[in-house]
């Protein structure tokens, strides 16, 4: 059995899975921002990426929401979806100590959104106003980006300077030295 992809849609869906969703798709309408939306089985690994990548035509990117040792200082990283994350040097990036993955309850309070499914949409969210906004420079250089519509069925392609405008700030760009990691065949 394959992975399931739909046809590139315009608009929101007819029905929403969360708050922060239609959150998500009330802001770019009433933005007025462009963009395109499919629909597929959950998105979480590698393999699962290149299934969107194909159906976008563009290279989806993975989001990270990391915290430190407290849990009361975050930071939301926008990466390659294929390069391996070394939390040692995304520190040394930031000359932070290091980190850790915010687990799902984290996720859901601040970013409103389950496992595989953070999204920068996410800081649109008035409980996520403190997070520091980070990304790959060459991401950031992109025209667009495929990212979650805050579900991990639902990816949304975007012009990133809509995104930012969107969003309200510029991320904080870092080089990330890793590899781009080869995705497995099934």
């Not at 407290?70 to 390069?83: C, S």
């Not at 025209?143 to 991990?152: F, M, Q």
């Not at 639902?154 to 930012?164: E, P, Q, S």
């Amino acid at each position: 059995m394959g992975f399931y992809t739909s046809e590139i849609m315009t608009g929101a869906p007819q029905e929403f899975k969360s708050e922060t969703q239609e959150m998500i798709y009330r802001k770019l309408e009433h933005a007025d921002i462009p963009y395109t939306r499919i629909e597929s089985d959950p998105g979480i690994s590698m393999d699962d990426c290149l299934n969107i990548d194909k159906a976008f035509g563009i290279d989806t990117v993975k989001t990270i929401l990391l915290t430190n040792r407290q849990k009361n200082k975050f930071w939301l990283y926008v990466t390659h979806a294929r390069k391996a994350f070394i939390t040692k040097e995304f520190g040394a990036s930031l000359q932070i100590p290091r980190v850790s993955f915010a687990d799902e309850d984290l996720m859901k309070a601040i970013l409103g959104t389950p496992h595989g499914a953070a999204t920068p949409f996410g800081l649109l969210r008035e409980e996520a106003k403190d997070i520091i906004f980070v990304m790959d420079r060459d991401v950031a250089e992109r025209d667009k980006i495929v990212i979650t519509d805050g579900d991990p069925c639902g990816f949304i392609a975007i012009a990133n300077k809509d995104l930012f405008n969107l969003v309200g700030r510029q991320p904080i760009l870092i080089e990330n030295p890793a590899e781009i990691i080869a995705a497995q065949e099934c």
